[in-house]
C-alpha cells in the first residue's frame, strides 16, 4: 500500500542535542508538510516543501530546519532542542496544494 | 484569518448513542472542509471531507455536510461503537494563494463506554 512512513516512532534526545526526524512516502506526492502537535493541542504547520521548493511558517523557529534530497523523503532537524520542543511531529504529503493531506503515524519527542 | 471552532470536549458516549460535533469555520473563500481523527499514540486519519457548498462527505458510517450559508461542518454518525474513541479534528483548507495550508480546529476527545 502506498503510504507515508515516519522514523523512528518515538525518538530521545537530551536538551541541546541536535536531533533528525525522518519522512518518507511511496505516493509520489510533490508536496511534505511537517507538522508540530503539542499536547491536546491542534498540529501546528512548520514548513513544507512544494518539490525542491521550501516554504517555512512566519512563526517557525530558527532551530528547525528541513531537507528533502528527493521526492520521497524529507527530513526535520532540530538544531538544539528545548524543553518547549518535545511533541508529536507529523508529516503529511499531497500531491499537490490543492488535494489531500495524508498523514505519516508522526514521531513523539521527547526531550531530557 | 482563516479559523476553525469545534465543540469542547470531551464527550463521553454509551455504545449506539447519537454523536454530533459541532464545527464552524471563518474563511475568505471558498475552502476545503476535512474531518481528521486521532487514535491513541497515531498521527492523524482523514475521515471525510468536502470541497463545495452542500456536498456531503461519508466515510465509516461518519457524515458531515460543508453549509456555507451556517459556515458550519458538523460530523454525525448514528450509532457509535467503542473502537470510535479517538480525537477528532475539524479542518479547512482555504483556496487561492494559502497554499494548500491546513487550518485546525482544537479537537474533541470523544469517548465511547460500552
Known amino acids: 500500500d502506498a503510504m507515508v512512513i515516519q522514523n523512528p516512532r518515538y525518538q530521545v534526545t537530551q536538551f541541546g542535542k541536535p536531533v533528525t526526524l525522518s519522512c518518507s512516502q511511496t505516493?509520489?506526492?510533490?508536496?511534505m508538510y511537517w507538522y508540530q502537535q503539542k499536547s491536546s493541542q491542534a498540529p501546528k504547520l512548520l514548513f513544507h516543501?512544494?518539490?525542491?521548493?521550501?516554504?517555512n511558517e512566519a512563526d517557525t523557529p530558527d532551530n528547525f530546519q528541513s531537507r528533502r534530497p528527493n521526492t520521497s523523503f524529507c527530513f526535520l532537524d532540530i538544531r538544539s532542542p528545548g524543553l518547549g520542543d518535545a511533541a508529536m511531529y507529523l508529516c503529511?504529503?499531497?500531491?499537490?496544494?490543492?488535494?489531500?493531506?495524508?498523514f505519516g503515524p508522526g514521531t513523539r519527542l521527547l526531550v531530557l | 484569518g482563516n479559523s476553525v471552532t469545534q465543540m469542547e470536549g470531551p464527550v463521553t458516549l454509551s455504545e449506539e448513542a447519537f454523536l454530533t460535533i459541532n464545527c464552524t469555520y471563518t474563511?475568505?473563500?471558498?475552502?476545503?472542509l476535512f474531518w481528521y481523527v486521532q487514535y491513541p499514540g497515531e498521527g492523524l486519519q482523514l475521515l471525510l471531507k468536502?470541497?463545495?457548498?452542500?456536498d456531503k462527505g461519508s466515510n465509516k458510517g461518519f457524515e458531515a455536510t460543508y453549509r456555507k450559508e451556517t459556515t458550519s461542518f458538523h460530523l454525525e454518525k448514528g450509532s457509535v461503537q467503542v473502537s470510535d474513541s479517538a480525537v477528532y479534528f475539524c479542518?479547512?483548507?482555504?483556496?487561492?494563494?494559502?497554499?494548500?495550508?491546513?487550518?485546525f480546529g482544537q479537537g474533541t476527545i470523544l469517548t465511547v463506554h460500552p
Open positions: 503529511a504529503t499531497s500531491r499537490d496544494h490543492v488535494e489531500t493531506q495524508y
Open positions: 505516493l509520489n506526492h510533490n508536496v
Open positions: 516543501y512544494y518539490d525542491k521548493d521550501f516554504n
Open positions: 474563511a475568505t473563500g471558498y475552502p476545503s
Open positions: 468536502a470541497t463545495k457548498a452542500d
Open positions: 479542518a479547512l483548507k482555504a483556496g487561492g494563494t494559502s497554499y494548500g495550508k491546513l487550518t
